[in-house]
């Protein structure tokens, strides 16, 4: 299928098929996979993604499970949905792609000239996000980082933020993460919020695999969304909300290795910190410290290093603020 297509879907259908990005070597084409429920109904246009980074699994099983549930003859508006957005960084069990070294989560727009992974970037903002009337974007902490199960919103006064706030509630995770205006550049949500396109992300624990709590919050938090966009029937479940955070969740902005060697955190998720406070140490392989970690601000810890083996430069942590 190629993404030109997608302006002929028909209405009240299910289907699935491939999106053509890129060739191949091989005489094939790079492609990503696709699910679609056009509803019966007119209604909103809800655009979810996983995938992004290919060591993050949460939302490449909670996106077939998401498309078994729905039933067009009961749906109002269109559910678009890429399970596997970074295919060459997916096959690799990597964070980035393997084929041009980029993170797909820092070059959106995109570009059609490009890499594979710009085209990736570019056809998912010109083709699918473009027409959408908001953005889910599924992560988690994939292989290298810890993370608590989080949705992040935009944290702005106006109707994109008062959208993205409703979106956050209703998904139902237990924490709330605010990013204020600006969104770093490069993100899926920042070219959403180019677009005017109200966005939301989730994060969760990963590890390498799907915890299957976390794989059934994601499902059921697409699904109390789409309830919340009166895609669906019925009001979306209220849940309980155990902390509500603001800060910029810009990941590429943490607390660095200062020497290589091999990490000991001391402190655990959503931790309060001082600044100044210990976070860990790094040693040598001889158990003698080489490193103190220290806390550069007051504040709550939202995201730890998982790998133990640290080189220069290697984020280690990052800490955010309680809204309320």
């Known amino acids: 299928m190629d993404f030109r297509d997608l302006d002929r879907l028909p209405p009240g259908r299910k289907e699935t098929g491939w999106l053509n990005v890129a060739s191949r070597p091989d005489g094939g084409d790079w492609r990503l996979p696709f699910l679609c429920v056009t509803g019966a109904k007119a209604g909103p246009t809800l655009l979810v993604i996983a995938g992004v980074h290919g060591d993050e699994y949460e939302g490449v099983e909670a996106i077939p499970e998401i498309f078994s549930r729905i039933d067009p003859r009961s749906l109002r508006g269109a559910l678009l949905m890429v399970p596997v957005c970074n295919v060459p960084a997916y096959e690799a069990a990597t964070r980035s792609s393997p084929l041009d070294g980029l993170n797909l989560a ?21 083709r ?6 908001l953005l889910i974007d599924l992560h988690s902490g994939g ?29 139902g995770a237990p924490v709330l993460w605010g990013h204020p205006p600006p969104v770093p550049p490069g993100r899926s949500i920042s ?3 180019d677009l005017r396109v109200p ?9 390498g695999f799907a915890r299957p709590e976390d794989v059934a919050l994601y499902r059921d938090g697409v699904l109390r969304v789409m309830q919340e966009l009166d895609m669906l029937e019925g009001e979306p479940e209220p849940r309980p909300v155990t902390h509500h955070l603001i800060g910029s969740g810009d990941l590429d902005r943490v607390i660095l290795a200062p020497v290589a060697g091999y990490y000991r955190t001391e402190v655990g998720l959503l931790d309060g910190v001082k600044a100044g406070q210990r976070l860990g140490t790094v040693q040598d392989l001889l158990g003698r410290v080489t490193a ?11 995201m730890l290093r998982r790998l133990a083996r640290v080189q220069v430069g290697d984020g280690l942590a990052h800490l955010t603020s309680r809204l309320s």
């Not at 490009?114 to 998912?124: E, L």
């Not at 699918?128 to 009337?133: E, N, S, V, Y």
């Not at 966005?199 to 590890?207: F, K, M, N, P, V």
């Not at 103190?292 to 939202?302: C, K, P, Q, S, W």
């Open 128 to 133: 699918l996000l473009k027409g959408a009337d």
């Open 106 to 126: 820092r070059v959106f727009p995109g570009d059609s000239n490009g890499s594979v992974t710009q085209r990736i970037a570019h056809w998912i903002t010109e």
């Open 191 to 193: 070219a959403a919020v």
């Open 199 to 207: 966005w939301l992300y989730a994060e969760a624990a990963g590890g």
């Open 292 to 302: 103190e970690i220290r806390a550069d601000r007051d504040g709550l810890v939202i």
């Open 143 to 171: 292989v290298t980082y810890h993370m608590p199960t989080l949705v992040g919103y935009s944290h702005s006064e106006d109707e994109l933020g008062r959208r993205s706030l409703a979106a956050a509630r209703a998904f």
